[in-house]
């Protein structure tokens, strides 16, 4: 199972939720809810899923995966996308259950994450 799939379950899963947030309770455009949803989904995922969840576990993960979230909604706010702090949190907060629950349980039985990182293939 490749990146496309383990992203694709990714943007299903996280970012569905956090572009709803953005778009119907942040009022923002559906433009900038879908580069915010898929910029904070790529860098989580890189970052998250592929560089701390086989390191730490499942719980750092998700608590990066939440503060990545909350750093990259803020600096979005800071260049003018009209968000306000309580769109933002309960976004983060979608991010947070999603991924700990859901997400990260499910990468790492279906794709095979352990210590040495994800399993695509047979290792020797």
Known sequence: MGHAKTLSMKTLANGLPVFLILALVGNIGWIPALFATLALTG??????????????????????DGALALLLLWLMRLFGLPLGVNTILLAVLAVVVVEGLFYHPYLKRLVGIDSMGPVFGKRD
Do not use: R, S
Not at 43 to 64: C, E, R, S
């Open 43 to 64: 860098i989580a995922y890189f970052a998250g899923d592929m560089l701390v969840l086989p390191q730490t576990g499942n719980l750092m993960a998700t608590l990066a």
